[in-house]
């Protein structure tokens, strides 16, 4: 199952250093009356809220709860930076269906200043702030793997990443730590040594995470000593060096000299079945998707440049074997999977290319574009698509729009001036496909002083429904400043956001609006009052 990180889209991080030197005006300062009450029950949605200058951001954390919309409840001040986060999900596991329903919020893991922390999700009328919980540590950098149990969430780990010797994040030395959720007052937290866990095996019937996979095994956490590993390749033989995607039941891995597809059984059975190297040779394999019968992948070596030949495989998943579907030449640079489609973002020497492939072979569409435009597809599940193209890249007047495009490249719905916020977390996850989310959130009206008075916009792709959720805020609070804005959203339809102005290349904490939203209500923005 796909992972899918909460910090802000890279390209709005680049343009975050785009506006470093931009701002000015009136100071704005929001309210700041504490809360009236907390609330008893039902999920907090949240936000973070990025201070400081743009070359070394900090970030605070907030929860809003949809029964007091007014409050803001502070968890962390932005005192550090939050560098990763994840959010546990519970739900209702239905192994026939290999799904997950009435997927809610559990926790929040965060890390902040190189400590895990989490605060929980549901209300039960405590503080969230008197409920976090910390690993008292200062070397975190971010979160590598994530084994989220729906069934029983407080069994869920993590691994991260670690500074290493050199103290920094990001560097050839950096080690592996696993972090543990409980109901004790801490997380748990352990400095590992040896292989790096490359992925997480879940058992096959329940769909449960049961533990890592290695280089040469698979560790189970809760099997007796004695039958606690599954040995899945022998000394003398390849190591397994990454795991490309993984199922309920199968890892697709690489060793340099081809893939290979692991299939996990009942108990501590694997069989192994190699794909061959005329193929599948080679390092750097990067997953599209996958869905019941296939994972799709290119090859995303690091060496490759804009005039290296383009590789893109369909590997099935029973009986596994490789088929080569699309060939040419390009860098790729964005992949993803719709449902009978897969989309990539190719980049050649003088110009671009929006490339669509059946994902059986056969039908392929080509849009090439000048240099200056860079066009992308984040996929949804209901056959529903956002294609955002960015024009003008390098001059003083780019613009942004979006199309949500059926898998015949269909507009249902353009918005101008369209700028990608993020994809609401579903509410029900399949267990047999890497994507599941179906609701888009995105602004309509970016321009040229960022997201000010622009509109927070969301697109059900059920029902093929856009809501126009409300007006960011805009001069009216920030003047002639430019205005960042994020938003975050399910896996429910409440969500949260964030919006403040740049000033001489920093971001005002004190000016800062949070508000919330209703995915599925036209006009329910709601600014909070109280903090």
């Given amino acids: 199952m796909k992972q899918h990180h909460a910090i802000t889209l890279p390209a709005l991080l680049a343009l975050l250093t785009a506006l470093s030197a931009c701002g000015g005006g009136d100071d704005g300062d929001a309210p700041t009356q504490a809360p009236l009450a907390n609330p008893t029950s039902g999920a907090y949605g949240w936000t973070l809220k990025a201070s400081g200058s ?63 922390r989490s605060v929980p999700m549901q209300a039960n009328g405590s503080s969230p702030a008197s409920q976090v919980k910390r690993s008292n540590t200062n070397s975190a950098c971010r979160f590598v793997l994530a084994a989220n149990d729906h069934a029983a969430p407080d069994n869920s780990r993590f691994i991260v990443s670690t500074g290493g010797a050199d103290g920094l994040c990001g560097t050839s030395d950096d080690g592996r730590a696993e972090v543990r959720l409980s109901n004790s007052a801490t997380l748990g ?29 698979v560790d189970l956490w809760y099997a007796a000593p004695g039958s606690n590993t599954i040995t899945t390749r022998a000394a ?20 340099g000299t081809q893939l290979s597809v692991l299939n996990f059984g009942s108990g501590n059975t694997v069989t192994e079945v190699g794909l061959g190297a005329s193929l599948t040779a080679g390092t750097g394999w990067q ?4 869905d019941a019968n296939a994972f799709y992948v290119y090859d995303g ?15 099935t998943r029973i009986n596994p074997s490789a088929t080569q579907i699309a060939t040419g030449t390009g860098l790729i640079s964005v992949a993803s999977m719709g449902n009978e489609v897969l989309y990539l973002t190719v980049f050649l020497p003088a110009g671009n290319q929006l490339v669509g492939l059946n994902k059986t072979g056969g039908l392929r569409f080509d849009t090439t574009y000048p240099i200056t435009t860079k066009p992308s597809v984040q996929t949804g599940a209901n056959g ?18 979006i199309d949500i495009v059926d898998e015949n490249g269909v507009p249902l719905h353009t918005a101008a001036g369209g700028f990608p916020m993020g994809v609401a977390e579903a509410s029900t996850e399949n267990f047999n496909a890497s994507e599941s989310r179906t609701r888009f959130i995105y602004a309509q009206g970016f321009g040229a002083r960022a997201f000010s008075g622009a509109n927070l916009v969301s697109y059900d792709s059920l029902t093929d429904t856009v809501r126009v959720l409300g007006a960011l805020p805009g001069p009216a609070e920030f ?17 949260v956001g964030f919006a403040t102005r ?30």
């Fill in 54 to 116: 743009t070359s070394a951001l900090k970030h605070g954390l907030s929860l809003v709860h949809p029964s007091l919309p007014d409050n803001e409840y502070v968890v962390e001040v932005a005192s550090e930076a939050i560098s990763d986060t994840r959010l546990v999900l519970r739900g209702t596991v239905n192994a026939t269906q290999r799904n997950a329903s009435d997927i809610q919020p559990h926790a929040l893991v965060y890390i902040f200043g190189g400590d895990v």
């Fill in 236 to 255: 003398g033989t390849p190591a397994v060096t990454r795991v490309v995607a993984s199922t309920f039941e199968s890892a697709l891995v690489e060793d």
């Fill in 189 to 217: 937290y352990s400095v590992l040594t040896g292989d790096h866990p490359l992925d997480v095996a879940r058992d096959p019937v329940t769909m449960a995470p049961r533990g890592w996979v290695y280089p040469r095994q």
């Fill in 479 to 495: 003047g002639n400043d430019y205005v960042f804005a994020n938003a975050t959203g399910g896996p429910s339809s409440f969500g």
């Fill in 287 to 290: 997953l599209i998707g996958f």
């Fill in 502 to 531: 740049s000033v001489a290349g920093s971001y005002q904490e004190q000016s800062a609006r949070v508000f919330s939203y209703d995915l599925g209500a036209a006009g329910s923005i709601r600014t909070t009052t109280r903090r």
């Fill in 301 to 315: 070596n690091p060496a490759n440049t804009f005039n290296s030949p383009l590789r893109v495989l369909r590997i």
């Fill in 384 to 401: 529903r698509h956002q294609r955002w193209l960015v024009t003008g890249v390098g001059s003083p007047n780019v613009t942004h729009t």
